[in-house]
């Protein structure tokens, strides 16, 4: 039972352009959740978190989205960059503060 | 400031083997967390470790077992190796306040043949 799923495991997306990735959840006592980004032979990389009393959190070209009700987030990127080709992990935190990770999603930033 | 190390960056075993992996956390941090990430999934938590000591575990079997030092490096063991426990080996580190942002080492790549 999967209880984060990010349903795209790959989005392409034009230079300049907005990126948006999806993921949902089922969990609803998840607290905190996460972005990972992955590039290749490296570890991932944390990029932006929300609590789960806010609906917006915003970092630069990066703002992620928290939908409650629908058990939905995600991330928009914009603009687009060719360094933001990696893959995107959605993570969200347990009770026992334990981080339950989606499959990822790979971007690919078209020039 | 080095980031969180891992060795060795691949290995290759077959079944029945045991193997260790290693992960020296970021300066200033002493909590230790491995994770598991098989081909084309998300990272699954093995266990935690702090002051020495597993202080949480995720749905892994004992073969998994874990090692903190007083340095707050860390070791993971895995006995008995099983072709299914191919896998990149993650290591993240964070400070011991629960929840903390973790950081990441470039993993492991174990493959069991």
């Known amino acids: 039972d999967q209880q984060v799923k990010q349903n795209s495991p790959s989005l392409s997306v034009q230079e300049g352009r907005i990126s948006i990735l999806n993921c949902d959840y089922t969990?609803?006592?998840?607290?905190?959740f996460l972005w990972y980004k992955k590039y290749p032979a490296e570890g991932p990389t944390f990029l932006i978190s929300?609590?789960?009393i806010k609906d917006k959190n915003e970092d630069g070209r990066f703002t992620v989205f928290l939908n409650k009700s629908a058990k939905h987030l995600s991330l928009h990127i914009v603009p687009s960059q060719p360094g933001d080709s990696a893959v995107y992990f959605c993570?969200?935190?347990?009770?026992?503060?334990?981080?339950?990770w989606g499959a990822g999603t790979k971007l690919i930033i078209k020039p | 400031d080095a980031g969180v190390t891992q060795s060795p960056t691949h290995l290759i075993k077959t079944r029945g083997q045991q193997v260790t992996l290693r992960c020296s956390p970021k300066s200033g941090h002493d909590t230790v967390s491995w994770y598991q990430q098989a081909l084309g999934q998300g990272p699954q938590f093995i266990f935690q470790?702090?002051?020495?000591?597993?202080?949480q575990r995720g749905n892994f079997p004992d073969r998994f077992s874990g090692h903190q030092f007083p340095n707050y490096s860390s070791e993971l063991n895995v006995n008995a190796l099983l072709l299914g426990d191919s896998a990149l080996y993650l290591c993240?580190?964070?400070?011991?306040?629960?929840?903390?942002?973790?950081?990441f080492g470039p993993g492991t790549r174990l493959l069991v043949l």
């Open positions: 993240a580190s964070s400070l011991a306040r629960l929840g903390e942002t973790q950081y």
């Open positions: 470790y702090y002051e020495e000591e597993e202080r």
């Open positions: 993570a969200a935190r347990d009770s026992n503060y334990q981080l339950i």
């Open positions: 929300i609590s789960s």
């Open positions: 969990n609803s006592m998840f607290d905190y």
